[in-house]
T-cell receptor, first 118, second 116 residues
Framework: DAGVIQSPRHEVTEMGQEVTLRCKPI?????LFWYRQTMMRGLELLIYFNNNVPIDDSGMPEDRFSAKMPNASFSTLKIQPSEPRDSAVYFC????????????????FGPGTRLTVL | GENVEQHPSTLSVQEGDSAVIKCTYS??????FPWYKQELGKRPQLIID?????GEKKDQRIAVTLNKTAKHFSLHITETQPEDSAVYFC???????????????FGQGTILTVHP
């Protein structure tokens, strides 16, 4: 299994530009999570999907952030326009969540995208 | 919602000593408690987890204990080695009723440094 795949691994852009981060979850997983990590704020959950449906986007910092999951094997996180304070490492993670199950399965993280906004 | 507090924020030990990191959670319905290790520049990776029907779990040099009454759980690392140096995160999840969708609430992290 290839694990969770993220691209790009590094992104350097200028303030005001649109940034799109991509994630491919582990095959068979049906929950997908986007996190942002900074020294100051730690690991923050931005949004998560189950069966391609957004469940909770309360962690999305501003309207400049949006996320989609058009199918079970692909998700994007978009920042438009980007600002220097968006500089962080963005992680995608996936897990298998069964409806009605009383067991939480392991959440696996991708390698992350290091975003630098100048 | 769930709130997870983690202490200490930094921990420095000598090689061979033990290290203990503690977390408390607020939601008494939480029933799954994983621990992640994140090395510098790498992704968080699961090292051990415990479910609420178990009080203690051990895997070689690492162990986790859970006290449901007090709503706290701890990570214990024995015979620490320099390669144990990393950031450790605890987390909690409530899957009762199947409504959590696997969401984890993370603690703030502990920077562990093991000096040779």
């Amino acid at each position: 299994d290839a694990g969770v795949i993220q691209s790009p691994r590094h992104e350097v852009t200028e303030m005001g530009q649109e940034v799109t981060l991509r994630c491919k979850p582990i095959s068979g997983h049906n929950s997908l999570f986007w996190y942002r990590q900074t020294m100051m704020r730690g690991l923050e959950l931005l949004i998560y999907f189950n069966n391609n449906v957004p469940i909770d986007d309360s962690g999305m910092p501003e309207d400049r952030f949006s996320a989609k999951m058009p199918n079970a094997s692909f998700s994007t996180l978009k920042i438009q326009p980007s600002e220097p304070r968006d500089s962080a490492v963005y992680f995608c993670a996936s897990s298998l969540a069964l409806a009605g199950a009383r067991v939480t399965d392991t959440q696996y993280f991708g390698p992350g995208t290091r975003l630098t906004v100048l | 919602g769930e709130n997870v507090e983690q202490h200490p924020s930094t921990l420095s030990v000598q090689e061979g000593d033990s290290a203990v990191i503690k977390c408390t959670y607020s939601d008494s319905a939480s029933n799954y408690f994983p621990w992640y290790k994140q090395e510098l520049g790498k992704r968080p990776q699961l090292i051990i987890d415990i479910r609420s029907n178990v009080g203690e779990k051990k895997d070689q040099r690492i162990a986790v204990t859970l006290n449901k009454t007090a709503k706290h759980f701890s990570l214990h690392i024995t015979e620490t080695q320099p390669e144990d140096s990393a950031v450790y995160f605890c987390a909690a999840s409530n899957s009762a009723g199947g409504t959590s969708y696997g969401k984890l609430t993370f603690g703030q992290g502990t920077i562990l440094t093991v000096h040779p």
